[in-house]
């Protein structure tokens, strides 16, 4: 059974625990480890008036979210210019470099404060960051942080000793930027691209391939995605998926048949199918640190 967001958490756990003994848990990145997609929809919104397309007008938030969210490349290429896919291409190199460039700037940033301020063990951003960070590099510092209850899953995770591996869309160098900004290298055993593939998300070869490098059976594995593009594989590959309603439309990461859409990693509903697998595996879940 599938629910929504606000749906009945005790409907959801039959079909997102129908993995038998968990082994692995697959994530994909831009949205579903943080909040990426502003930052993108903005390197399109400041790039493509300039290559003429839609008369010049800047594209909305919607139109981005309905046409580009989590494609892979080539398929934004053939959106865009499908008469001239190398034109297509091209722009995309470029709105990669300026995303890169808008998280490049936030970081470099905060290590300029972090040899201004004491250690805190958490990373706290004193008000001049926001003097610092004006206008498009504003933008990084409030959209590049990880989404609620993301390290409180990832502890959940390694306490189990469960195997993982992040499985994305995104060019190599925009992947490990954003991996290494959230604290995550390590976290990870390996990143899976959608060019590594013969075919990107919204097919399964990615989290096909994915599953082959851990030698674990989608049966004994979960996925968390955010878009309709990467639900859309992770079903394809045979695999219950958790979805998250971070930016995209839940009516529209329905349509993808997840397994369960929660708000973020915080989510009861979350919770309440980790302790089903734990009480499967003869574990019990500290309900403490669950809520907290």
């Not at 394809?236 to 990693?265: C, D, F, S, W």
């Amino acid at each position: 059974m599938t629910v929504s967001a606000t749906g009945n958490s005790s409907d959801s756990i039959p079909s997102l625990t129908q993995a038998a003994a968990l082994e692995a848990v697959l994530f994909d990145v831009d949205g579903t480890l943080c909040d990426s997609d502003p930052i993108h929809y903005y390197a399109f919104r400041e790039l493509l008036p300039e290559t003429g397309f839609n008369g010049g007008v800047p594209i909305t938030e919607e139109f981005y979210v309905q046409n580009f969210a989590g494609k892979h490349n080539d398929d934004v290429a053939a959106i865009l210019f499908p008469d001239d896919i190398e034109r297509g291409l091209k722009f995309c190199e470029d709105k990669e470099a300026m995303f890169r460039r808008l998280l490049t700037i936030f970081l470099y940033t905060i290590l300029q404060l972090l040899t201004l301020c004491p250690p805190l063990g958490i990373v706290q951003f004193p008000p001049v960051l926001d003097v610092l960070l004006v206008g498009k590099y504003r933008l990084a510092k409030e959209q590049l942080k990880a989404v609620d209850g993301l390290y409180k899953l990832r502890k959940w995770i390694e306490d189990r000793g469960l195997r993982r591996v992040a499985v994305t869309n995104a060019p190599k160098p925009n992947a490990e930027l954003m991996i290494s900004l959230l604290g995550l290298s390590d976290f990870f055993e390996a990143v899976i691209l959608g060019s590594d593939c013969t075919r990107a998300k919204p097919f399964p070869d990615p989290y096909l391939k994915a599953l082959e490098i851990l030698q674990v059976s989608k049966d004994h594995s979960i996925i968390f995605e955010d878009s309709f593009s990467g639900i859309t594989a992770g079903v394809a590959a045979g695999m219950p998926v958790v979805g998250l309603t971070t930016r995209n439309p839940e009516n529209l990461l329905m349509q993808a048949k997840p397994a369960l859409l929660i708000k973020n990693y915080e989510d009861p509903k979350l919770w309440a199918a980790l302790e089903e697998f734990d009480k499967r595996a003869g574990r019990s879940t500290d309900t403490a640190f669950a809520n907290k």
